[in-house]
């Protein structure tokens, strides 16, 4: 298994610029979600889903969008990047059974 | 809603001394419990979790914890650290049977060779 992955793990945006964050876990779990790490605020949920074609927003919803086709997969969406959003982000994924999550590698990203 | 403190931010400590990190929570119903740790460059790692039963809980690499309802408190303890548990330390939170997890704003520890 290789467990949640997420690329890029490095992006610079130019404010204004679109970009998908990708996230994809092999481990057949329902639950997906979205935090972004700033320093000094520990992890705030963005989006989480509950299964394919279920999403709700979190803490901190605005300026991303999600969609949720397939189990696997669970990209994140920047429509018009902002100095604001630049952070680590990082997916997560669980199951209902368990209420445990694990998390994938982050990435980084810069809006200038 | 649900919140989480964690009261100290950074934390220095010579290898072989003793731990405490203190974690309260806020929420009026039944919640499962986690600490997370983060090394450096690395993504969050689960130490130990607390869902029901014995409210001291093992995790990995050593680390304990205790859950004490009365307080609203799960402090991560570790009797003797070393250099290689340098990292950040989050507490969470989230209510049974609901996955949203609740983070507080963790806590840098440096352990000194």
């Known amino acids: 298994n290789a467990g949640v992955t997420q690329t890029p793990k490095f992006q610079v945006l130019k404010t204004g610029q679109s970009m998908t964050l990708q996230c994809a876990q092999d481990m057949n779990h329902e639950y997906m979600s979205w935090y972004r790490q700033d320093p000094g605020m520990g992890l705030r949920l963005i989006h989480y889903?509950?299964?394919?074609?279920?999403?709700d927003q979190g803490e901190v919803p605005n300026g991303y969008n999600v969609s949720r086709s397939t189990t696997e997969d669970f990209p994140l969406r920047l429509l018009s990047a902002a100095p604001s959003q630049t952070s680590v982000y990082f997916c997560?994924?669980?199951?209902?059974?368990?209420?445990?999550?694990?998390f994938g590698p982050g990435t980084r990203l810069t809006v200038l | 809603a649900q919140s989480v403190s964690q009261h100290n931010h950074h934390v220095i400590l010579s290898e072989a001394a003793s731990l405490e990190l203190g974690c309260n929570y806020s929420y009026g119903g039944t919640v499962n419990l986690f600490w997370y740790v983060q090394y450096p460059g690395q993504h969050l790692q689960l130490l130990l979790k607390y869902f029901s039963g014995d409210p001291l809980v093992k995790g990995i690499k050593g680390f304990e914890a205790e859950f004490i309802k009365s307080k609203f408190s799960f402090n991560l303890r570790k009797p003797s650290v070393q250099w290689s548990d340098t990292a950040e330390y989050f507490c969470?939170?989230?209510?049974?049977?609901?996955?949203?997890?609740?983070f507080g704003t963790g806590t840098r520890l440096l352990v000194s060779p």
């Open positions: 997560a994924s669980g199951t209902v059974s368990t209420d445990t999550q694990y």
């Open positions: 889903s509950v299964g394919a074609g279920i999403t």
């Open positions: 969470a939170v989230n209510a049974h049977g609901f996955q949203k997890l609740v």
